[in-house]
T-cell receptor
């Protein structure tokens, strides 16, 4: 069975601070995909990034960066110089092929509050 | 660009009433999914349709039924609503069952059962 753990339930930072959201996953499959989604206060789910299990390169997109480490089964997300617009719930998710289809297993989410 | 459209956006039901949540996608995706989101639980898969004509149970299927009406539409039905089904429901779609491309989500339906 697959499992995703986001141990940080809520994080509060002041604007311009850097913040890292942790994600630890469990799977016995050697081929899998990891995702991050953002859910702003308006409620929709916005896709941020996908990473496959064979690609351990870190990724940077503007103020966002992701650190994938298979050795620790972690896929952490860092926001540099946070802004109020980054306030949202962030979900990490894991996808493996189960025979009939690949399905997403979500973590419980981390609520990020960025204040002025 | 509609993407995934869910109706209604809000609904209040009484215990025992039935209801169908509608979902339609215009991206020519083959696979569609229904999730529920509860506080502190993340999103949990209720049912999915890997392709037109097929449906399968997810993690929490009890109390729900689904219909893949055609390639575009995937509905979720509560036959006899219970307070435990109060939740936010999300529909999602993806190009195909194995692509591992990101799922595209609708805006959600907030459902309250009294």
């Amino acid at each position: 069975a697959q499992k995703v753990t986001q141990a940080q339930t809520e994080i509060s930072v002041v604007e311009k601070e850097d913040v890292t959201l942790d994600c630890v996953y469990e799977t016995r499959d050697t081929t899998y995909y990891l995702f991050w989604y953002k859910q702003p206060p308006s409620g929709e789910l916005v896709f941020l990034i996908r990473r496959n299990s064979f690609d351990e390169q870190n990724e940077i997109s503007g103020r966002y960066s992701w650190n994938f480490q298979k050795s620790t089964s972690s896929f952490n997300f860092t926001i540099t110089a946070s802004q109020v617009v980054d306030s949202a719930v962030y979900f990490c998710a894991l996808s493996v092929n189960t025979g009939t289809a690949s399905k997403l297993t979500f973590g419980t989410g981390t609520r990020l509050q960025v204040t002025l | 660009n509609a993407g995934v459209t869910q109706t209604p956006k809000f609904q209040v039901l009484k215990t025992g009433q039935s209801m169908t949540l509608q979902c339609a996608q215009d991206m020519n995706h083959n696979s569609m999914y229904w999730y529920r989101q509860d506080p502190g639980m993340g999103l949990r898969l209720i049912y999915y349709s890997a392709s037109e004509g097929t449906t399968d149970k997810g993690e929490v299927p009890n109390g729900y039924n689904v219909s893949r009406l055609n390639k575009r539409e995937f509905s979720l039905r509560l036959e006899s609503a219970a307070p435990s089904q109060t939740s936010v429901y999300f529909c999602a779609s993806r190009f195909d069952r194995y692509s591992n491309q990101p799922q595209h989500f609708g805006d959600g339906t907030r459902l309250s059962i009294l």
